[in-house]
């Protein structure tokens, strides 16, 4: 009777190739994946440099040397079983993962498709081990000859599994996939060296080095490198570390940002959706940054035994996670990237003709002698016959103070230490627009707009009300009914506290009618009625344009706007000197909450540059 129900079963055991293959299926997606396997077993080995040869963007051929710690025969031959691995020992070792490596599939998954060659020789050893494997098959294992490290040779992937090896992409595509990983190892792995060539054609050859910096020139040019500044936030069992770009350096897709956590590359929502967020309140996010990221914490607060790949890892406090990427984020744009830079470029025009000067007196010959440097019209740079032919723009200056320095009036300086601004004094405005001031170091050009939009955005949002630039609400002596239309009712009605917040005070009178009982006191002399208008009017158009009611922080952002002092607004000294008294207390001095820019600085250094003030002059 067992005989018979053994023959009418229809559940089979597997053998063990088959078996292998199943998992190559989960871990060896393509000839990148090889690599990635490879690569992170060398870095655990220890290697301080690691080559990667590839051959048809790795579907011909795949080798990876390094001279890490190496194996005995024993270990080697062992690690080609499935599940063999020295970098845990029980379930529980799978919470306090130090190793990229921690499962033992990759050597047996990869050997199960592919012709597989092992050459492996340990420091202490006098001869290495070459193991080949053919199709999960071992074929060899032998003495021979081999420096310390180990090198692995992978040929001919997936020719045993004819429907997999249809799916792999062209050549380039997946020679970009492998240098897209190298790169990303890299920025995680800057004191370690990598080589990669392609076809006998190098490509990558980064001798490692103590200075981040250099990984990042490496990976993404020396020029992207030098407009990225540093992040760091530390706390007890978590740090976040890495570099940033600048507002002033973007791209059109998330291709330029890596995360990493505990030095392995990853894919987590709460990493991405933290670094976004944080970004999105600085600047405006049509572009994305460029990133390198790095969380380190503790082994036992992440689970990374959650995908196949080992790309994804779940945190079991994601909210301390998300709060310390946010801020190292905020702060490193904050103290050293949001504020823009002006390099004045040279761009001259071409030279005349030279002239010939006829003197008085000296008659044709002598006007053959004498000509002028050659020289062109100061019209020819800046069009003077079009300038003076219309109105001036007005400038106004402080006037100069008594002190050689001029640096000697406290009362006129703000301070921005916290910013890397430093101390700031008000020189004037130009053209009703901006406002010019003056730190230590630079030359500054603020957008009065922009400032008094920033400095309404936080007041409102924080319900501050004691400053001279803050949301004072005024209470009108007869209040005013405020007739809407079915839509924009809707969104009022919705939107109430965000429009007290913002100085405008309305009582539901009945209907689509609203009562008006107090009003931002800045704009309590203008049209203040149309100005509301114009808000609500704004807030409903979104609201249908997005098929979503607007959010109560949009909402603000909208109101801090349409009250903000406006381009060709006069102010007076001590106008523009409290407007960025209260710039400068803001958590965000740098941009609108829209995202542009604040201020422009032109450093000293540059000026003197320029004017040729820097050398033996």
Known sequence: MPDEENNDSVVRLLDDNTANQIAAGEVVERPSSVVKELVENSLDAGASRIEVELFEGGKNKIVVRDNGAGMSRADAVLALQRHATSKIRSADDLFSIHTLGFRGEALPSIASVSDFRILTKRPQDETGTEIIVRAGELADVRDAAAPDGTQITV???????????????????ELNHATDFLHRLILAYHTIGFRLTHDSHELIAYPGSADPRQALATVYGRDVAREMVPLLYESPGLTVRGSVSKPSVSKATRSAQAFFVNGRHVRSRTVQH????????????????????????SPELVDVNVHPAK???????????????SRAVESALLTGGLVPEVTVQASLPELSQPTTLTMPGMGERGSERLAPPLRTSLSNYVNLESALASEPTPVSFVPPSNDPGGFEQPSAYIGFDGYRIGRLRVLGQSRNTYIIAETDDALLLIDQHIAHERVLYEQMMNGATDSAWGVVTQHLAVPQTLDLSPADARVVQERLGALERSGFILEPF????????????????KPYLEILKEIIEELTQTSVARRLLVAHESAIIMASCKMAVKKGDPLTMDEMTRLLADLAQMRNPFTCPHGRPILLALSHHEMDRKFHRIGPH
Not at 156 to 162: A, K, S, Y
Not at 510 to 525: K, L, N, Q
């Open 311 to 325: 790309t994804e890892v779940r945190f079991t406090r994601d909210g301390e996670v998300y709060a310390a990427i």
């Open 510 to 525: 009945g209907g689509e009618t609203f009562m008006v009982r107090a009003v931002p006191a800045r704009v309590a002399d």
């Open 274 to 297: 933290a670094f976004d967020a944080a970004f999105s309140r600085l600047m405006t996010t049509e572009r994305h940054p460029v990133v390198a990221l790095f969380v380190e914490i």
């Open 155 to 173: 040929e001919n992937l997936f020719f045993c599994v004819p429907a997999r090896l249809k799916f792999l992409k062209t050549t380039q595509t």
